[in-house]
């Protein structure tokens, strides 16, 4: 993860930008030495959303948990794609 200074970031802006929609790389933005801003992709801006709105989720999170349990008691059985599909 990259740390440059808001005035830094200013005049990098276009290069940083397509630095984090290429690499997925973070860039933490600081204003007075200290983290203001995080520079991501759109890809990981969604896929953040994405995991809060599933952490979010009591009932989805409390599914997901038995799921695991019932893979680790060997009640379960995972799958691939390409078994679930044939």
């Not at 203001?36 to 990981?44: F, G, H, N, W």
């Amino acid at each position: 993860m990259k740390t440059l200074s808001l005035s830094e970031a200013k005049m990098k802006l276009s290069g940083l930008v397509d630095k984090v929609s290429t690499t997925d790389e973070e860039i933490v933005i600081t204003k007075n030495g200290s983290p203001a801003a995080v520079l991501i992709s759109p890809d990981e801006f969604e896929s953040l959303k994405e995991t809060t709105a599933v952490r979010s989720d009591a009932t989805l999170m409390s599914d997901i948990k038995k799921g695991l349990k019932s893979l680790k008691n060997k009640k379960a059985k995972l799958y691939t794609l390409e078994e679930l599909f044939k």
